[in-house]
């Protein structure tokens, strides 16, 4: 394992052990305040970035850090790296005890989108970790993974995000009529590690609500266990900087054959 897979590893670790006591209890929803990207903290999100900053002082690294809650810091005088955290994705899921949710966390030696070169995803509730280093591919606690190979949409499962989005219902009817199964989980990057794994044929998302921090890690996972990850009109996800508040709409699809037939029933009208 390189330095940056242990680092990002290691970070993770740390995460999980100061939430998971946290997961489903009356204190971990409580309000803090307002974060960067302008939703409420919670009680468990400040504790996640607490104990990530924590470790990574603790262990004398220098770098850019970007959460979901504190915004952009500065850890150390020379800083060699930009690391984004969503410490808590699926926050609602972690505070009512449902047990889906993840921690997301992305390396990058510049501030840029498509120059991360490491991710990994841990599930707040088992520990499992998704993984991957550009180029090297993906994997789940140490073993490799790849995508799903159905190509069929009868027989593809989907994971479609409609929360807070009622417009977006009628945008993705055409699909849920075809698909053999439709979730709807409430932890993107999870999902997202799902997909890459096997064990969805695609995750689609088109609120248009998805931040960096929310996908970033996730997108290179994917990618590198064979999947696609683009932006429903089949076009890559602009390469945007790390602290990007804007909102996206992605669709993350076990191949090619299956983003192409999903592209078709909700953007119909995007170039082929």
Not at 249 to 258: E, G, K, L, T, W
Request: net charge neutral; aromatic share 8%.
């Amino acid at each position: 394992m390189s330095w940056k897979l242990s680092l990002l590893t290691d970070l993770a670790k740390e995460v999980f052990s100061a939430i998971h006591p946290l997961l489903g209890t009356a204190r971990s929803r409580e309000v803090l305040g307002l974060g960067f990207g302008g939703d409420k903290t919670r009680f468990i999100d400040a504790v996640s970035e607490s104990a990530a900053l924590q470790y990574l002082k603790n262990k004398g690294f220098s770098c850019i850090f970007i959460g979901e809650e504190c915004g952009v810091k500065e850890i150390g005088f020379f800083p060699k790296f930009y690391l984004i955290l969503d410490g808590v994705d699926g926050t609602t899921n972690a505070t009512r005890g449902i047990g889906f949710a993840s921690a997301s966390i992305a390396m990058s030696p510049t501030s840029w989108l498509r120059d991360i070169e490491a991710a990994v995803v841990i599930d707040l509730y088992n520990g499992g970790i998704y993984s991957a280093e550009k180029g090297e591919g993906a994997k789940f606690n140490g073993q490799p993974i790849k995508t799903s190979s159905i190509k069929t949409l009868e027989e593809a499962v989907l994971s479609i995000d409609i929360s807070r989005s009622p417009g977006s219902i009628e945008k993705v009817a055409p699909l849920v009529s075809k698909v053999r199964g439709v979730r709807a989980l409430g932890s993107a990057s999870l999902e997202i590690c799902h997909v890459a794994s096997g064990l969805l044929d695609a995750y689609v998302d088109i609120r248009g609500k998805l931040r960096m921090v929310d996908f970033a890690a996730g997108m290179l996972i994917v990618r590198e266990a064979g999947g696609v990850f683009l932006q429903p009109n089949g076009e890559d996800i602009p390469n945007a900087q790390l602290n990007e508040l804007k909102g996206f709409s992605v669709v993350a699809s076990a191949n090619r054959d299956i983003f192409d037939k999903i592209r078709l029933l909700i953007s119909p009208n995007a170039p082929s």
